[in-house]
Structure formats: C-alpha cells, structure tokens
C-alpha cells in the first residue's frame, strides 16, 4: 500500500492523536526503568476481550521498558490504521507509520481465551526493512507480568526474517528506481497535455518560419515595398515619392507627415505596418515554440519515464481517508489523512 517516496499529509487532529495515545492502567508488578531507547518497539495492542487486551498491553509495554526496548509511543494498532488510512495488516503501510513514530519495530497480535487458559499470538514488524520479522504463539494459565516477561524473552531472541510470501495479508516490499516505456492505462490527462502541447509547437513553428521569410530582404514584404517606391514617381501625385535606391530607411520616408493624418505615400505605409505586424508576430512565434517545445518535453517524460509500480493496496489508498474511533475514557477520536 505504501511506496518508499510516498508520504502522508496528516491533518492537525490526527497529529494531535499521536501526541496524546491513551493509555491503560498497568496491573500486576513490573519494574520500569526511565528513558528507553530512542528507536524502540511500540506495542499496539491486541486483539480480543477489551479489558484483558489493554491489561497485558501495558504489562508487555513495561516489561519491554524494564528491558529498555520500549518506547514513549503508546498508540494502538486501530488509530495507527486510521492515521496512516492502512487496510488490515499492511506491512507497508503500518511500518510508514512506525517512521512517523519514531521506533524500530511494531509488536501486535490476539489474545483468545479458552477453558485452559489464555492464547497469545504476537507479531513483530520491522520498521526499516518492512518485513514482518517474527511471530510468536504462547499459551497461559493467567496474564501477568511472568506472562509478559516470557512473550518478550520470545519475540527478542534472534530469529531468520519468515518470508512475506508466507501471509498472504502483506504486500511485498515494493521496487525502487525507474524506467523507461509506455504503460498499460496512462492517465488521459498525459496524452492530452502532450497532444495539445505538440499541436500548439507546429502551430507556433509554421508561425515563426513563414513571417521570419516574409520578412527577409530578397522575402515578399521587401520586394512590395521597394515595387510601391518605385511606382510613386509614375502616378499623378508628386508629393509621394520615394527613391527606392536611398540610403534612408524607405518606411520612415514614406511615413512622414505631410499634413495632419497625411503621410507621404500612404501605399508604402500599409506596406510598412504590415511588416511591423509580421515582425511582432515572428518574435511571438519563436518564443512560442520554445515554450511548446518545452512543454512537450515534460509531458514525454510523465509518459515515458516510471517509477517501478507499486502494490494494488497502495494504488487504491490514494485519496483523502477520514476515520473515528472512541477512546477508552469515553471520549471520540477524529483523523484525517492525504495521501500523494
């Protein structure tokens, strides 16, 4: 569910649920030495009978402080999944959440119990490498500390990583890095933003081509306005000619007022501002193409350069997620969460 890059925006009330985990009164007799380590393992809780869950809880949370292996995180295993919007026991998602907590590894599991006594199933995510690392089984006549005492001199003995193939509930440690390609599904927006974008280049292209020889000196525009000079001396005003041979700029000689609103030969003049227009147009045009031809660029990369996928789980988490929960000493608790 959860990508190596990928992050959650979690809201102020979902922070402030981190900031204030509820907690359980400790029963039976453990000793707790202060200060654990900064990355130690947070005990989410339990499955099962309520006040039994929460009981060995906090006796398996001191036990593991006594050992100086636990942590000042004391939040349970249901506001983590609704903080971090995880489905079931996704690995990914849930060890996000243990780097959002500041600890090394993730202890829950069930407590069932039966005529003979009870059954606790424990798990252990590791943080950093995502896995689920260990699992340990244990049967007791009463939870107590002795109980807790024993879980842990379980879960702390070193044990080879169980391979994730092995619990079909957690998503494979997804693949990092990218490459190159088209992919089944691209999102639509993709292809119109390169279509649009290319489309607009060989717009802003043609544009810039056909004004830059427009205006060139052997190029259309030029050869008019020096025809329009040459003809001025055969028509019956004399007052509009122009030498097409002077040294002078032809446009400024045919621009110059005679009288007001008058110029000395109007012919040239339209000649003149057209040419004006098309040199605007083709400083337009270049930029254009440039900026299209950038655009184009970037929506060729989005469709062609990946990161490697992600698991389904991930894809579906995708959203804004809103959850609540009651708090054991009757309170309601609200999270939001975004993820990109």
């Not at 927006?189 to 279509?195: A, E, I, L, N, S």
């Not at 000619?241 to 002077?246: K, Q, V």
Request: charged share 20%.
């Amino acid at each position: 569910m959860m990508v190596n890059n990928s992050r959650w925006l979690v809201s102020a009330v979902t922070a402030a649920s981190f900031a204030s985990c509820f907690t359980s009164p400790v029963i039976g007799h453990a000793s707790v030495q202060d200060g654990p380590p900064e990355a130690g393992n947070a005990v989410l809780g339990f499955d099962g009978d309520d006040r039994l869950a929460n009981e060995f809880t906090a006796l398996l949370r001191a036990e593991l402080n006594r050992r100086r292996r636990g942590s000042d995180a004391e939040m349970s295993l249901t506001d983590l999944r609704l903080a971090m919007g995880c489905e079931d026991h996704d690995v990914n998602c849930l060890a996000e959440g243990g780097e959002t907590l500041g600890v090394a590894s993730l202890l829950f599991g069930t407590i069932a119990q039966d005529a003979k006594g009870y059954t606790i199933e424990i798990k252990r995510v590791d943080v950093a490498t995502r896995a689920l690392d260990t699992t340990v089984s244990r049967s007791f006549t009463t939870l107590d500390a002795a109980a807790a005492k024993s879980l842990a001199d379980a879960l702390f003995v070193p044990q080879a990583p169980r391979p994730l193939e092995s619990d079909p509930a957690i998503d494979p440690a997804p693949s990092v890095g990218l490459y190159f390609g088209l992919e089944d599904n691209t999102p639509t927006w993709k292809w119109v933003g390169m279509g649009a974008s290319g489309a607009l280049m060989l717009v802003s292209l043609g544009t810039a081509v056909a004004t830059s020889l427009a205006l060139r000196p052997d190029g259309r525009l030029h050869t008019d306005l020096v025809n329009a000079a040459r003809d001025s001396p055969n028509d019956a005003n004399p007052a509009n000619d122009i030498n097409p041979d002077a040294n002078a700029n032809l446009c400024q000689l045919a621009r110059v007022e005679i009288r007001p609103d008058e110029v000395t030969n109007g012919a040239m003049t339209v000649i003149c501002n057209k040419t004006d227009t098309y040199t605007t147009l083709r400083n337009t045009a270049w930029v254009g193409t440039a900026v299209f031809a950038t655009s184009s660029l970037i929506f060729g990369t989005l469709l062609l350069l990946h990161r490697h996928k992600q698991s389904e789980s991930g894809l579906a988490g995708r959203d804004f997620q809103l959850g609540g929960a009651p708090t054991p000493d009757g309170g309601f608790l609200i999270q939001s969460a975004f993820r990109f």
